[in-house]
């Protein structure tokens, strides 16, 4: 956390999405709880009283007219749970400057992120009003879709391991649970979980538990996920959704799309995940190699993306909102799925630790040799990008709704020469208006089809930042925007 502040750099800062000045002139601000709790529900962040920010972004102190009074009703009201829920600072987290060159004083606090069974950290007493959470923006109040993910991520036991009382084995595709099967028997030869029969055998990997209520074997949520069909789990996961397309290149075509939904398919995740990743390894390229008198097609690309496509799975949260979104492009694969990192975009990035969000199937997909238990997983995918040359991949993760997308591109690093530059610059200013002029005909299809629409809802329609969307609503003559700030939505002009 000491990163965020650094009191030799404070002319150089601005606020941000972890950094947050206030003046505290008449006191402790009331907007300092709502950004704590915002700062504590997402990566932690930095605020700074007895500083004010001018028009340009720039700070300047106005200082603290008694910081040793102040600092002691900040911490007598942190510790008060009627108005903040949790204390999560510890006592050096809390110190006090004195800028050199002026009588000011300023006091700097450092808010880390909560741990997943902390959150959600709220204020007033109000579970459902005092939750707040961090953009560029500043801090905004989450909806009560994402305070009951945050509860539901408490837990130790993950939702998918709950028991369906209303569901039947017999719901279960008979033809999906027969290719687990054959698949976990090709892995393991002799396992002993061969010998059991499939109710059994479903009990054991999860998949099935027996009721609290009528003492009866039922699928498990992971069970339904994995081997239900798309019309059944709809009923116990309203948004469920997977999508597969491949090189969208207009506004509403593709070249190949695999949708849960459609009805030509079970619509389960053993069967998406199998016939996506058949589509996304077709045009990546085996070396010759021979292992025992035979051929080896699998390599380390290969196994990054089973498990780039297993951790997207695993990690999703089927509560939300879009489904799951796997898009293949010509040098890119884009991996998007419902639901926050529960252990943070740095610490998915650095490994060492799993905490998945559906245990079971994670366990599943692990009996047929697919996914990491460690937290390895990320890790070696960047490992292998880096190995190939090829450009790092990217994590993303967006806040209302939550979704986190993996971004792989298969291109290689290249500097580009100094001679050709100019062209490159050409170039790239062509393919971008060319990109620009392709996504304001998806926002005019979006907008036809929605009649309004927020500009996050457009953002995650064409997979960019709210700030490059506002950009291109600006240039649309044919969009007008009705409302101011949150409430602001736009629409075709009539």
């Not at 990008?385 to 792989?408: A, K, M, Q």
């Amino acid at each position: 956390m000491e990163e965020l502040f650094d009191l030799t750099k404070f002319d150089s800062y601005k606020e941000d999405n972890r950094r947050e000045v206030k003046k505290a002139e008449g006191g402790l601000p009331n907007s300092l709880w709502d950004t704590y709790s915002a700062f504590a529900n997402c990566y932690g962040g930095v605020i700074i009283l007895g500083v004010k920010e001018d028009k340009d972004g720039n700070w300047h102190t106005t200082g603290l007219k008694n910081a040793s009074k102040l600092k002691k009703t900040f911490w007598d009201t942190l510790n008060n749970r009627k108005k903040v829920s949790i204390n999560i600072l510890r006592d050096d987290d809390v110190e006090t400057y004195s800028m050199d060159g002026t009588d000011d004083v300023i006091m700097v606090i450092w808010v880390p992120s909560a741990r997943r069974e902390q959150k959600p950290v709220y204020i007033n007493n109000d579970l459902f009003g005092g939750t707040f959470r961090r953009n560029w923006e500043g801090d905004y109040h989450c909806t009560r879709l994402q305070v009951k993910t945050m509860l539901r991520d408490q837990a130790e036991e993950t939702m998918d391991m709950e028991v369906l009382d209303e569901a039947e084995i017999e719901d279960l595709n008979k033809d999906s649970i027969r290719g687990y099967r054959n698949s976990h028997k090709s892995f393991k030869p002799g396992h002993p979980f061969e010998r059991l029969d499939d109710n059994e055998y479903l009990r054991v990997i999860g998949a099935a538990g027996i009721s609290k209520e009528d003492k009866r074997l039922h699928p498990t949520a992971a069970g339904m996920l994995m081997f239900g069909n798309e019309y059944d789990i709809v009923r116990y996961f309203p948004e469920y959704f997977l999508d597969y397309r491949e090189n969208p290149d207009t506004v509403i075509r593709w070249t190949d799309r695999l949708q849960s939904s459609s009805g030509e398919w079970p619509g389960n995740l053993f069967e998406f995940y199998f016939r996506v990743y058949n589509k996304i390894i077709k045009d990546i390229k085996v070396p010759f190699k021979m292992e025992g008198g035979f051929r080896v097609d699998d390599t380390p690309v290969h196994r990054a993306l089973r498990e780039a496509l297993a951790n997207c799975i695993i990690n999703t949260d089927f509560y939300g909102k879009f489904g799951v979104t796997i898009v293949k492009e010509d040098d890119k694969l884009t991996l998007e799925n419902p639901g926050y990192i529960r252990l943070g975009k740095e610490q998915m990035r650095k490994g060492g630790k799993s905490d998945p969000r559906n245990k079971s199937l994670m366990k599943m997909f692990n009996l047929i040799d697919i996914g990491e238990h460690a937290g390895s997983g990320v890790p070696n995918i960047f490992n292998v990008w880096e190995d190939e040359g090829w450009v790092e991949p990217v994590i993303e993760e967006r806040f209302d709704p939550d979704r986190t997308s993996l971004i792989l591109r298969f291109v290689k690093k290249q500097a580009i020469k100094t001679s050709d530059k100019k062209q490159a610059i050409k170039t790239s200013d062509k393919r971008q208006a060319n990109k620009t002029d392709k996504n304001m005909e998806r926002i005019r299809w979006y907008l036809h089809e929605q009649e309004a629409a927020k500009t996050r809802d457009i953002a995650e329609l064409l997979g960019l930042s709210v700030a490059r969307t506002r950009v291109i609503l600006s240039e649309m003559d044919d969009v007008e925007a009705l409302g101011t700030n949150r409430n602001r939505t736009y629409r075709l002009k009539m």
